[in-house]
C-alpha cells in the first residue's frame, strides 16, 4: 500500500489544518490508520488513530479535544482535523497504515504500523 499525506502549512496559533492521507493499493479493512508526529531530536509520537471497519478514533492528552480523525471509505483517505493550533503542535506529520490484527492498546504505538506516507510539515507561528 502507498500512503501520501498532504495538507501541511504555516499557520498561526489558533488557526486550523486539515491534513489528508489518501492511500492505494489496499484498503485498511480490519485495520488502524494511524496519525504520528515527529520534530527534530525527538522520537516520533503517537497523535492519533481510527479504526477502519467502525470508525472508533483515539487520541493522544496533548490533542484531544483539538484534533478530530475521521475517514472516507469511499476514497480510502483518512483525515485529520486539527483546530485551536499550538506552536507545541509543530511537527511533521506522518500517516501510518496499521498491520493486521493490531489490537487497541498497541494502536497507539509505531510499531503496530508496517505502511508510512511521506509526511507533511505542519508548523505554527506564535
Known amino acids: 500500500v502507498q500512503l501520501q499525506a498532504f495538507g501541511g502549512g504555516l499557520v498561526q496559533a489558533g488557526d486550523s489544518l486539515r491534513l489528508s492521507c489518501a492511500a492505494s493499493g489496499r484498503t485498511f479493512s480490519g485495520r488502524y490508520m494511524g496519525w504520528f508526529r515527529q520534530t527534530p531530536g525527538k522520537e516520533r509520537e503517537f497523535v492519533s488513530c481510527?479504526?477502519?471497519?467502525?470508525?472508533?478514533?483515539y487520541y493522544a492528552d496533548s490533542v484531544k479535544g483539538r484534533f478530530t480523525i475521521s475517514r472516507d471509505k469511499a476514497k480510502n483517505t483518512a483525515y485529520l482535523q486539527m483546530n485551536d493550533l499550538k506552536p507545541e503542535d509543530t511537527a511533521v506529520y506522518y500517516c501510518?497504515?496499521?498491520?493486521?490484527?493490531?489490537?487497541?492498546?498497541?494502536?497507539?504505538?509505531?510499531?503496530?504500523?508496517?505502511?508510512w506516507g511521506q509526511g507533511t510539515l505542519v508548523t505554527i507561528s506564535s
Open positions: 501510518a497504515g496499521g498491520k493486521r490484527g493490531t489490537i487497541t492498546s498497541a494502536a497507539m504505538t509505531d510499531l503496530s504500523y508496517d505502511s
Open positions: 481510527i479504526k477502519w471497519s467502525d470508525g472508533a478514533t
